[in-house]
């Protein structure tokens, strides 16, 4: 499975519309990154700290977040496009951007709201920092191999 299909396949997970076969595919993936000593992508990671998230906030049960079981009723927000704009207003915050500056210029970058950015930050701020240390992680550890 590439990049493309996991990130297609993860987001059919999140909206409910993954077929549990395919997100059976996706678990078989992880597992077969583990027996192979391989590194796992990135978005498989993610997608399981999710998932756990999601099963221990009793949010829902692990068969409907691991995409084992489709979701009932109309498909939520795409939750990953607001985690990214939260991802993008930390590194902006980082580089030592103010708070409004960096509402304004994502607004006009990303043409929503300023409304929206602030929403988007408020609700994942905690997964935009999970997501940096892991990218950062992620990138220490390959730069040790190289």
Same mark, same amino acid.
């Given at each position: 499975?590439n990049?493309?299909e996991?990130?297609?396949l993860?987001?059919?997970i999140?909206?409910?519309t993954?077929?549990?076969?395919d997100?059976?595919?996706l678990?078989?993936l992880f597992?077969?990154c583990i027996?192979?000593?391989?590194?796992?992508p990135?978005?498989? *990671?993610i @997608? =399981?700290?999710?998932?756990f998230?999601?099963?221990l906030?009793?949010?829902? /049960?692990l068969?409907? %977040?691991?995409g #084992?079981?489709?979701k009932?009723?109309?498909?939520k927000?795409?939750?990953?496009?607001?985690?990214?704009v939260a *991802?993008? @207003? =930390?590194?902006?915050k980082n580089a030592?951007e103010?708070?409004?500056?960096t /509402?304004?210029?994502l %607004?006009e970058? #990303?043409?929503?709201s300023q409304?929206?950015v602030?929403?988007?930050?408020k609700?994942?701020?905690?997964?935009?920092?999970?997501? =940096?240390?892991l990218e950062q992680?992620?990138?220490?550890h390959s730069?040790q191999?190289n």
């Amino acid at each position: 499975m590439n990049t493309a299909e996991i990130k297609d396949l993860i987001d059919s997970i999140y909206h409910g519309t993954a077929d549990p076969n395919d997100a059976k595919k996706l678990l078989k993936l992880f597992c077969d990154c583990i027996d192979k000593s391989e590194p796992i992508p990135n978005d498989i *990671l993610i @997608f =399981l700290k999710h998932a756990f998230t999601a099963v221990l906030t009793e949010e829902k /049960t692990l068969d409907k %977040a691991l995409g #084992l079981k489709r979701k009932r009723g109309t498909p939520k927000r795409d939750e990953e496009k607001d985690i990214l704009v939260a *991802l993008q @207003f =930390l590194r902006l915050k980082n580089a030592g951007e103010t708070y409004l500056s960096t /509402t304004i210029s994502l %607004a006009e970058k #990303l043409n929503i709201s300023q409304g929206h950015v602030k929403k988007c930050w408020k609700r994942y701020k905690d997964d935009a920092k999970d997501r =940096l240390r892991l990218e950062q992680y992620l990138e220490s550890h390959s730069q040790q191999e190289n």
